[in-house]
């Protein structure tokens, strides 16, 4: 499993330097995802709650909502896109390999199939997963790649799919931007495996309601984030 690397046993401090060392800058992680306590590299991102997901030039980021599923960050570029979901996880890590153990027995159960394989933030899931027609139907395998990271208290999951999933070089932005995301999971008690939540970043959430007013004769809605609207930003 990959981890943050702080610092390399080369780069120990003298103690004749400490004074010197002492008035640096802390040296910055060089491996996420990260979490938000961390000295993750500045960037912009988007901001969806528990999910801080950064700017790609080219990609959308669109935050879904399904009854089944909850709700997911689903990041598309060109025919390929990534679903990510973060969840409560316990201290002692190692949700992942549970989680893989079972994605694994459930695409077995359903006529699919999958191996693991290193990839560049661990251990994944190269699966065949059978994809469902319009009417539910479970039509031709499609490929899919199950990428996990077991951070403090929390489990980010990736799920790619289209070309990215078999294409190296399709991959790699989609690898890139998975290792750059910010999880927040904050102080509250959750048990594991329950879901971060997903939030609309403000001003889209902004920009929603005043849709929905508009739609509804100057009426506002509640709850604007239910079951079918769909953000979308482009960069």
Same mark, same amino acid.
């Given at each position: 499993m990959l981890r943050r690397r702080r610092r390399e046993s080369g780069d120990q401090p003298d103690p004749d330097q400490e004074s010197v060392i002492d008035d640096q800058?802390? $040296?910055?992680?060089?491996? @996420?995802?990260?979490?938000?306590s961390d000295n993750y590299p500045e960037t912009e991102r988007i901001d969806c709650g528990s999910l801080l997901i950064p700017v790609r030039e080219g990609f959308d980021v669109q935050i879904n $909502?399904?009854?089944?599923? @909850?709700?997911?960050?689903?990041?598309?570029? @060109?025919?390929? @896109?990534m679903q990510l979901q973060a969840f409560a996880a316990p201290r002692s890590g190692g949700l992942w390999d549970e989680v893989r153990h079972e994605i694994a027995a459930n695409i077995a159960e359903s006529g699919g199939s999958c191996q693991e394989d290193d990839g560049p933030a661990g251990t994944e899931l190269r699966a065949q997963v059978p994809a469902e027609d319009e009417s539910g139907q479970r039509g031709q395998l499609q490929p899919v790649r199950f990428v996990g990271f077991d951070g403090p208290r929390w489990f980010l999951r990736g799920v790619i799919s289209g070309p990215a999933a078999t294409d190296a070089s399709a991959g790699i932005p989609f690898d890139d931007l998975f290792a750059d995301v910010v999880v927040v999971r904050g102080d509250y008690p959750a048990p594991p495996r329950e879901q971060l939540e997903i939030k609309l970043p403000e001003e889209a959430r902004q920009a929603l309601e005043a849709q929905l007013a508009e739609e509804n004769g100057g009426w506002d809605l509640p709850d604007p984030f239910t079951r079918g609207p769909e953000i979308t930003e482009t960069r």
């Open positions: 800058p802390p $040296v910055q992680d060089t491996v @996420g995802p990260w979490d938000i $909502v399904a009854e089944e599923q @909850g709700a997911w960050v689903a990041v598309v570029h @060109g025919e390929s @896109g």
